[in-house]
């Protein structure tokens, strides 16, 4: 069994839509949790950390299950700009270790 | 703030050749890691070095790569021999030394690895 496991995607929606993604971790005793963002041939970068009580940043929620071991993240409203592969990332425990799920991509149309 | 740098961009080798790649993290990050990232795959950790000093390698493939960090700051990590199997692109990041939380990752631009 995969550490972090993601539906590989791609969604395609149109702009304006609402679009959720789930992530499943394997290590109950994993610490932080987090979202990057991956464009085309481009390197990962941090989209937003994941909290227990859940949080928003503009138009993305993260929201965290801890009993289930289940992430997600919800893209209200959505641009052409927001293409992209998102990953769903896991730290295990010490040492600032960061466990990569594979990726869900999203692709926005007109 | 200039970003995490890395060299080459690109790479063609054949296989059973030797390959280095050479990367520069951000001014003051102690942490530098090396990862893989294989087409449809999420970045792997391959080395994760904590000033000159590593953490982790436990997914290093030790009879092929090798890293190291001299002076802890820049880095080099290694292939020899190339297999096709590596194929890939390789992200070094940094962090700055974690002590009581996690601290966000910044990558490089990677280098793509291409073996034939």
């Known amino acids: 069994r995969k550490e972090v496991e993601q539906d590989p995607g791609p969604f395609n929606v149109p702009e304006g839509a609402t679009v959720a993604f789930n992530c499943t971790y394997s290590?109950?005793?994993?610490?932080?949790f987090f979202w990057y963002r991956q464009d085309c041939r481009k390197e990962p970068k941090l989209l937003m950390s994941?909290?227990?009580s859940g949080n928003e940043d503009g138009r993305f929620t993260a929201q965290l299950n801890r009993a289930s071991q289940y992430i997600s993240l919800l893209i209200r409203d959505s641009k052409l700009s927001d293409s992209a592969t998102y990953l769903c990332?896991?730290?295990?425990?010490?040492?600032?270790?960061?466990?990569f799920g594979a990726g869900t991509r999203l692709a926005v149309h007109p | 703030e200039a970003g995490v740098a890395q060299s080459p961009r690109y790479k063609i080798i054949e296989k059973r050749q030797s390959v280095a790649f050479w990367c520069n993290p951000i001014?003051?990050?102690?942490?530098l890691y090396w990862y893989q990232q294989i087409l449809g795959q999420g970045p792997k950790l391959l080395i994760q070095?904590?000033?000159?000093?590593?953490?982790?390698d436990s997914q290093l493939p030790k009879d092929r790569f090798s890293a190291e960090r001299l002076k802890g700051v820049d880095s080099t990590l290694k292939i020899q021999p190339a297999k096709l199997e590596d194929s890939a692109v390789y992200l070094c990041?940094?962090?700055?030394?974690?002590?009581?939380?996690?601290?966000?990752?910044?990558f490089g631009p990677g280098t793509r690895l291409t073996v034939t």
């Open positions: 990041a940094s962090s700055p030394i974690s002590r009581d939380r996690v601290y966000e990752q910044y």
């Open positions: 290590n109950s005793a994993s610490q932080s």
């Open positions: 994941v909290y227990s």
């Open positions: 990332v896991v730290n295990p425990g010490g040492y600032n270790k960061l466990i």
């Open positions: 001014s003051g990050h102690a942490t």
């Open positions: 070095f904590q000033n000159n000093g590593v953490v982790d």
